[in-house]
């Protein structure tokens, strides 16, 4: 079976830091890979989506980056993050081609980052 | 851009109360998830209706794609406390990698 592991599951960082969170699937090849912001309870911004190695397309222009250095690892960084940063990152994957049909979003638990 | 409303965003009822969340685009949308997300965690995939007019049951929930796939509802029947959470619906297009979530209904069902 397949399994989205997501780290760390909580973060306070400065402002000005460096961030890195990295999630990793297992169980299947080349997924569709997405990192995700929410703000408090509600619904989800997408920030990055990949569909293979190296190929990654970003949606909302802002001081994020993401990189997917190996097929099933997805890692979002930032090189000095801002009070607006903070909120609930989420990482998911979809099996690989098109997101139509039975090919729903699997989520990862999650990272709270606060930036002080 | 498609767009999914859902509505209420908010509802916050008794213990065995019954209740229904909307979700509605004017956009025809070739599958529809729904997901549940409680506090801190991630949304988990509660069902994918993919025909116009299915309807889905699990256990007390209620799934239903309208006939022009444009819009779906869900419906649960005596509602208890784990039922609590954010219950987010998205959209698939063929063709697309990418779904188009609406931005919730928070639920909260009280003891």
């Known amino acids: 079976s397949q399994t989205i592991h997501q780290w760390p599951a909580t973060l306070v960082q400065p402002v000005g830091s460096p961030l890195s969170l990295e999630c990793t699937v297992e169980?299947?090849?080349?997924?569709?890979l997405y990192w995700y912001r929410q703000a408090a309870g509600r619904g989800l911004q997408l920030l990055f989506y990949?569909?293979?190695?190296?190929?990654i397309s970003s949606e909302v222009p802002q001081n994020l980056s993401a990189s997917r250095p190996q097929d099933r690892q997805f890692i979002l960084s930032s090189k000095k993050l801002l009070l607006s940063d903070s909120g609930f990152y989420l990482c998911?994957?979809?099996?690989?081609?098109?997101?139509?049909?039975?090919?729903?979003?699997?989520f990862g638990n999650g990272t709270r980052l606060t930036v002080t | 851009t498609q767009l999914l409303e859902q509505s209420p965003q908010f509802l916050s009822i008794q213990e065995g109360e019954n209740l229904t969340v909307y979700c509605n685009s004017s956009?025809?949308?070739?599958?529809l998830q729904w997901y549940r997300q409680e506090p801190g965690e991630g949304p988990v995939l509660l069902v994918t209706?993919?025909?116009?007019?299915e309807v889905k049951k699990l256990k007390r929930l209620t799934f239903q794609f309208g006939d022009a796939r444009k819009d779906s509802s869900l419906h649960i029947t005596a509602a208890q406390p784990g039922d609590t959470g954010l219950y987010l619906c998205?959209?698939?297009?063929?063709?697309?990698?990418?779904?188009?979530f609406g931005r919730g209904t928070s639920l909260i069902v009280h003891p």
């Open positions: 169980g299947t090849s080349n997924p569709n």
């Open positions: 998911a994957w979809s099996v690989p081609g098109t997101v139509s049909y039975n090919s729903p979003l699997h």
């Open positions: 209706v993919v025909t116009g007019g």
């Open positions: 956009s025809v949308f070739s599958s």
């Open positions: 998205a959209g698939g297009e063929g063709g697309s990698y990418i779904p188009t």
């Open positions: 990949s569909v293979g190695i190296g190929q």
